[in-house]
């Protein structure tokens, strides 16, 4: 670790401490408003440590986050809260493990679109599940939780994505995947497993997504499967994952942000066309910041020194362009 | 030279459809060899080294390394053997600067290099293939022949018992090719084995020891390059009967 780091440590931390303290200030607007951000944080990071480098859109989001929901509801008034967790963890990582043997092996589109329908198999099935043989389509969950202690474990799983994202960055796993994410082929003539690479990742990804659904479970009291598996959830990390730029670790967090409180205006003025102006938002993004905001500063960044290094040493490199 | 058999290519075939683009190609490199792999265009030359590296899966036949049975390894095993390869267009990795590019090759490859040592191999390597001082730029600000090198310099850096050339002089202009030979040669020097693609018959000639002709899919030739140019088939496959 040198200086520079230690310095964004601490002051992450500084900053998760000072977040922490918004329950004590406001219980109504801010912190519902603070759950939202913190939970499309901790899901839109987890999503990119996946889908950033290796460019693999996952619409999957939902499985694991009604998957986690899921878990609350079978074992959230039985078994202690902390093992509850851990089993939310536990079903996403296997989810994602199952789905990722059948589907990494597709590419582009076909990998977008089986995620898609994986989400949504899960849902009719848990749905049959309950009507045929639970009793009924929703059910009720009675964990004793407040707002402020599910706002506080988002935080920390917040906390625990970004320290996952930087380890697996300095780690030969990270650079495997940006390997994989430029070529595959040379990955694999490089001597990477590329598919055991993509199957770890997905399956840290998505036990984190989970753990954020179990989390958000009780906020709800009342789950059915069209909440706990709505696919708009996948939608919306994707978009946010976007507009923040999924290639750096603190992308998402760029998106998330900005996305979260334009969804709150939309759907505040204008709740008969949030649709509408969602996916018109969506399409501005799109096409004005492909590589999304952090893209954005870094082209800008690296324009900068450009300039500079050209300005510094341009007689060398014009013999060298002539060569 | 040492006589000790390196790799071992027997009956390999591969069929697409109703195509057979190698044809029962079998022959044996020695370690230390530089063999050169010729033929015309279409003759199977690049679809014997996807067979060799992985990137196919062979219809029949065999690939052997030292006793080793390659032959229907995924293409990660296969590296992981010591067989290092640069590809016929250029491929290196945009996203990662020059110096980590080339670390890929030993961080992943047989060795298992840890991320510091690869960058002292990585930087040692840039140097010798001369691009010493470039370390932190991006390909695209390279050009092509650049470009190349970093691909060897990836594909060395992994330290590899057999290092596969598709064509890595093909494109550059006379005094590239006099580097890039004196590259080659250096490699021999240090005892690489070699095999390598190459349609340059300036460096066919003071390259190989040994030249493989393929044509139409099918073992042509074999011998001293001096030999096999000399070849009437050989000549003929290239030229047509006119010349033979």
Redesign the interface.
């Known amino acids: 670790m040198n200086t520079r780091e230690i310095l964004i440590m601490a002051a992450s931390g500084l900053l998760l401490a000072g977040l922490a303290c918004l329950p004590l200030a406001d219980e109504g607007f801010w912190l519902t408003l603070g759950i939202s951000l913190a939970g499309y944080v901790a899901m839109s990071t987890a999503w990119a440590l996946f889908s950033g480098p290796t460019s693999y859109v996952s619409l999957a989001t939902a499985a694991f986050f009604g998957t986690g929901a899921y878990v609350v509801v079978n074992l959230g008034e039985t078994a202690p809260w902390p093992a509850v967790l851990v089993v939310a963890a536990v079903c996403g990582a296997l989810l994602a493990l199952l789905a990722g043997m059948a589907t990494l092996r597709l590419s582009g589109v076909h990998f977008v679109i089986f995620t898609f329908g994986l989400a949504e198999l899960i849902r009719q099935l848990v749905t049959w599940y309950q009507t045929n043989i639970g009793g009924a389509v929703g059910q009720y969950v009675f964990v004793d939780i407040s707002s402020a202690q599910i706002y506080w474990q988002l935080l920390a799983l917040c906390g625990l994505v970004f320290l996952a994202g930087w380890a697996i960055n300095r780690s030969r796993l990270g650079l495997a995947l940006r390997v994989i994410g430029d070529d595959e082929t040379v990955a694999a003539h490089s001597g990477i497993n590329t598919a055991r690479v993509k199957l770890l990742l997905f399956c840290i990804s998505g036990a984190f997504i989970a753990v954020v659904g179990a989390v958000l479970a009780p906020r709800w009291t009342y789950i059915e499967p069209s909440i706990a598996f709505n696919s708009m959830i996948s939608f919306q990390v994707v978009i946010m994952a976007l507009l923040g730029g999924s290639r750096r670790l603190w992308g998402p967090l760029v998106g998330v942000i900005p996305f979260t409180v334009l969804y709150e205006l939309i759907s505040g003025h204008f709740p008969n066309h949030t649709h509408l102006l969602l996916g018109t938002a969506f399409l501005l993004i799109v096409y004005f910041l492909p590589q999304g905001v952090a893209g954005r500063i870094e082209q800008l960044r690296l324009r900068r020194t450009h300039r500079e290094t050209h300005a510094a040493r341009s007689p060398a490199t014009l013999g060298e362009t002539a060569r | 030279m040492s006589n000790h058999l390196l790799l071992s290519i027997a009956g390999l075939t591969k069929v697409f459809g109703g195509l057979v683009a190698v044809n029962q190609i079998s022959f044996d490199i020695q370690a230390g060899e530089v063999v050169g792999l010729l033929g015309p265009n279409g003759s199977g030359k690049t679809t014997l080294m996807n067979l060799i590296?992985?990137?196919l899966r062979p219809t029949q036949g065999s690939v052997t390394l030292e006793g080793r049975r390659l032959t229907g390894l995924?293409?990660?095993r296969i590296?992981?053997t010591g067989v290092?390869?640069t590809?016929q267009l250029v491929?290196v990795?945009?996203?990662?600067s020059a110096l980590?590019n080339v670390?890929?090759?030993a961080?992943?490859?047989?060795d298992q290099v840890s991320?510091g040592a690869a960058r002292t191999v990585a930087r040692s390597l840039l140097e010798r293939v001369g691009l010493g001082g470039r370390e932190h730029l991006h390909p695209a600000e390279m050009t092509y022949i650049d470009q190349k090198r970093i691909e060897l310099a990836?594909a060395l850096a992994?330290d590899p018992r057999i290092l596969l050339l598709d064509e890595w002089l093909a494109g550059l202009n006379p005094t590239e090719l006099q580097t890039g030979i004196e590259l080659i040669r250096s490699l021999q020097a240090e005892g690489r084995t070699v095999l390598m693609v190459e349609h340059v018959m300036d460096a066919i000639r003071s390259l190989c020891d040994r030249c493989v002709v393929m044509s139409a899919g099918s073992k042509l030739a074999e011998g001293t390059p001096a030999e096999v140019l000399a070849n009437p088939d050989v000549i003929r496959a290239y030229l047509g009967d006119d010349h033979a």
């Open positions: 590296s992985g990137a995924p293409p990660h590296a992981a290092a390869r590809f491929r990795l945009p996203s990662l980590e670390m890929v090759g961080v992943f490859g047989p991320p990836r992994a």
